[in-house]
């Protein structure tokens, strides 16, 4: 019984061998300095804000130096497979505007290097499995649960590193006969790597971001090559996919750092180049004063479907990752106000090797500005199409008269310093409502009055404007109307001299505008009043003061 004879007991149908995949798939014809980056998610069904934070950096990376970005479906864990997850994730990158160069999805294959799905690639991982063993550094493992049980609790019990190495890697010491004759009786197997590590020496990893790393050799035996359905371990797929795809960039989660042993211990035993390797920190927030990894169970914003549901334009979001993925970001941006993100070279070096802080206050200003900056007839549009999806009541009143809309969204817009009131879609309505008469109407409300909150004045005010000062010719012409209504009944019309002399006046002219704001929008704080009442116009702005309690 030799190797050769094992691999073929196990692998009797694979005929294809390294070679011939490395013909398939030749090295990628890059220019100097080109990169080749993948994302690499798992079809959970699930979007982590996360993914998009990597993808990003791979977008960028290639935008930089030129090459490739593609994606890959991870779904070898076929128990925790979500149908239309990857769609999801496609939609999402198409939505942020990175899309990779090379995919597959619902059968459609962009790119040469496919499949991009690792259950379709099982054939390809077997062949890479079968020459392990044919070199004898690979072993078919016959362990079961409660022994692996067992030996773990040995472990703990004897203060010793856990894991199935060295003398406690029982399967690695059966001859190949007993191996053959375990696999024909039956018996249920894992396929483990046969490490050659020495867990007592170091050596020097470089990550691009977390610098030089001193690390322990793997002496690990662990498992290449799953039971029940023969697909590979994310370990075993990584080394295949990435040397076959040539990703020279890998760009994934600190999660991994831990297994970076394993790998490195791979692609030597291959003798294939490994890819550079960027860590990117954990993203995490802070709450109170404990800052902590943004969790998929506690935090809603840790999803990428909540940034949409509430309607931040995907700029925003974008824009707030930057700031995270490079610490120089938003100084360069002051610097480059005309330029966008994808002007910007991203260096893993000026990244924070601790954690990410995602802060949702920073996200909501940086999306304040983005939406103060756009047009109204893009706000129009981009709040209609998230209306479409999330509010009826707000896409009723768009295509009630688009006209009318836009003519509210542009008060104090497309100007120097426009108003930044608005993050997100979904806070359009509650800037809005008052401007449509039937809403308003029916809306609960609290009149907001300050200073002047006797009825009677409030209608001796509203109803005089009204009679003798209403006028909207000009803005000029609107608020001397105002001041001269304020002289009429007693209020000083020019601050300064109200402050000057308080005790001659029942107020000033600010407490005039405040009533007349307020009888009318119920509100307070509102943008420019001139604004309002001329998109309202005469007759429902006296309507709206005859209607106050009297
Ligand atoms: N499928 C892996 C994950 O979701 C990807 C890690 C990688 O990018 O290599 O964590």
């Excluded at 600190?254 to 790998?263: G, R, T, Y």
């Excluded at 009723?396 to 008060?411: A, V």
Aim: net charge neutral.
């Amino acid at each position: 019984m030799t190797n050769q004879d094992l691999a073929n007991l196990i692998f009797p149908k694979v005929s294809s061998n390294i070679l011939d995949y490395e013909k398939k798939y030749p090295k990628r014809n890059l220019k100097e300095g080109e990169v080749v980056t993948r994302v690499a998610p798992s079809p959970t069904g699930y979007m982590h804000l996360g993914t998009l934070f990597q993808a990003l950096i791979d977008y960028i990376l290639v935008k930089n130096r030129g090459g490739v970005f593609y994606l890959r479906n991870e779904d070898t864990d076929t128990k925790r497979e979500v149908d239309g997850a990857i769609k999801l994730v496609m939609d999402t990158l198409e939505e942020y505007n990175i899309m990779p160069d090379e995919y597959e999805i619902d059968g459609k294959t962009i790119g040469s290097y496919g499949p991009y799905r690792q259950t379709k690639r099982k054939e390809i991982y077997h062949a890479f499995i079968k020459y392990l063993i044919e070199i004898g550094r690979a072993y078919p493992c016959f362990c079961t649960k409660e022994e692996l049980d067992e030996r773990k609790k040995q472990q703990e019990k004897n203060k010793v590193r856990t894991g199935y190495y060295g003398k406690y890697a029982k399967c690695r010491n059966l001859s190949l006969e007993e191996q053959a004759q375990k696999i024909k009786s039956g018996i249920p197997y894992v396929i483990r790597f046969k490490s050659e590590g020495d867990f007592n020496k170091k050596f020097i990893f470089n990550d691009l971001v977390k610098g030089k790393l001193e690390l322990s050799e793997n002496d690990e035996d662990f498992i290449i090559m799953k039971s029940s359905d023969k697909l590979p371990t994310y370990h075993f797929a990584h080394l295949v996919d990435d040397h076959l795809m040539g990703t020279t960039h890998v760009i994934r989660g600190e999660e991994w750092l831990p297994s970076v042993a394993k790998h490195i211990e791979l692609f030597k035993t291959f003798g294939f180049k490994a890819p550079k390797y960027i860590h990117t920190p954990l993203i995490i927030k802070k709450e109170g004063n404990i800052t902590r990894k943004l969790s998929k169970r506690k935090d809603p914003e840790a999803a990428m479907s909540y940034y949409k549901e509430c309607g931040y334009p995907t700029l925003a979001i974008i824009e707030s990752l930057m700031t995270i993925i490079n610490s120089n970001y938003e100084e360069w941006h002051t610097k480059n106000p005309t330029c966008t993100y994808l002007d910007f070279t991203y260096s893993p070096k000026k990244m924070s090797s601790s954690g990410a802080l995602y802060d949702l206050d920073k996200l909501k200003n940086i999306s304040k500005n983005i939406i103060s900056k756009m047009t109204k007839e893009e706000l129009m549009e981009e709040s209609f199409k998230w209306a479409s999806l999330y509010s009826k009541e707000l896409k009723d009143l768009i295509e009630r008269d688009k006209d009318y809309y836009m003519g509210i969204l542009n008060i104090e817009r497309e100007q120097k310093k426009p108003r930044k009131d608005i993050a997100k879609y979904d806070e359009i309505m509650d800037n809005i409502w008052y401007m449509y008469d039937d809403v308003y109407k029916e809306h609960e409300k609290t009149y907001e009055w300050v200073g002047i909150t006797s009825k009677e004045e409030i209608n001796l005010i509203t109803s005089t404007y009204m009679d003798k000062y209403f006028c909207l010719k000009d803005k000029e012409s609107w608020f001397n109307g105002i001041k001269e209504l304020s002289e009429s009944l007693g209020y000083a019309s020019n601050m300064k001299d109200y402050k000057e002399n308080k005790e001659n006046y029942k107020g000033s002219v600010a407490d005039v505008s405040t009533v007349l704001r307020v009888a009318l929008t119920s509100k307070s704080t509102t943008p420019d009043l001139y604004e309002i009442m001329t998109l309202l116009g005469k007759e429902r702005i006296e309507k709206r003061y005859q209607s106050l309690e009297k």
